[in-house]
């Protein structure tokens, strides 16, 4: 059976889109900087789905990841069929106050490492026999300017738009690309954004918070139908269709309420 390779599949959604597709009988390969989280879910897999996999320790948000990821890939001659890209993270504040430092530093593995992972592995995706596929992770952020949230949700905009334009770029390779824009998911993102004290933040997920099991399957099934972009839930989806149809400024004035620590 193919490889996928997941990104950030130490926790959270990444971790439950491995799980998923494991129990479709893929082979899993898991990259993310937590050595005994990758270790331990590998032999969770392993036992679980009687599937190979492996691990590989990486901060995807450096310069030289993508290329370390699709040599390692390429040097163990892994069969690779479905890339994930899933690891990611936001960081909630204003603008202003957050450091510049840790926002390029999102920047870069949001979109950057994204991007640099895509185009080293559409060859190793090539190889595969018949169809491959890509998932890269978003968010609903994706679909408007999100204040207070400004850079993250302009990352997810850019994963958005990018992974839609070559969704029809790589029909020609026989390679499917999915957008997966999970809303609030029960997962470490909100204490990594540092938004655990954002009160109405906190209990606008509380209220619309999905596992990231349910995200994940949703996302899988999707990758295998071919939709270009998967919105789970329908709360999400309303979400999206709000911020399409209403007015811009309406929508940031509600966020503001949202996202103002
Ligand atoms: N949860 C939500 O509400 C939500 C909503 C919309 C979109 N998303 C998106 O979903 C994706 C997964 O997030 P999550 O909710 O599952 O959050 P999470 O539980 O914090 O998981 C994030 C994953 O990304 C990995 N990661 C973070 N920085 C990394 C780095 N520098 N190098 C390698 N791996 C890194 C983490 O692994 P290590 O820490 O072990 O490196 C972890 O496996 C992200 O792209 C996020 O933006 C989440």
């Known amino acids: 059976m193919a490889y996928a390779l997941i990104t950030g599949g130490s926790k959270g959604i990444g971790k439950a889109i491995a799980e998923s597709l494991a129990q479709r009988k893929y082979n899993i390969l898991l990259v993310a900087r937590s050595e005994n989280l990758l270790k331990e879910n590998a032999a969770v897999l392993e036992k679980k789905f009687g599937v190979k996999t492996d691990i590989l320790v990486a901060d995807v948000s450096t310069d030289d990841a993508a290329k370390k990821i699709s040599d390692w890939c390429v040097s163990k001659n892994y069969d690779v069929s479905i890339l994930v890209n899933n690891a990611g993270y936001g960081l909630g504040g204003a603008f202003s106050k957050l450091s510049l430092e840790e926002q390029l530093n999102m920047m870069h593995l949001n979109m950057q490492s994204l991007v640099q992972l ?50 029809h770029e790589l029909k020609d390779e026989n390679i499917s690309v999915t957008c997966l824009c999970p809303g609030p998911t029960d997962t470490n993102f909100m204490t990594r954004a540092g ?3 954002f009160k109405n933040a906190v209990k606008q997920s509380e209220r619309f918070n999905m596992t990231p099991e349910a995200v994940a399957e949703i996302a899988v099934k999707a990758l295998f139908k071919g939709t270009p972009e998967i919105i789970p839930g329908g709360s999400n989806k309303a979400g999206a269709f709000f911020s399409r149809t209403l007015p811009k400024k309406l929508v940031e004035n509600t966020l503001v309420g949202i996202y103002k620590p």
């Open 118 to 167: 895509t185009y080293m592995m559409i060859p190793v995706l090539k190889k595969t026999q018949g169809k491959s596929y890509i998932l890269n992770v978003a968010s609903t952020a994706a679909h408007q300017a999100v204040p207070f949230l400004g850079v993250y949700s302009a990352t997810k905009a850019f994963v958005l738009s990018f992974s839609r334009a070559i969704h």
């Open 195 to 197: 938004m655990n004290s």
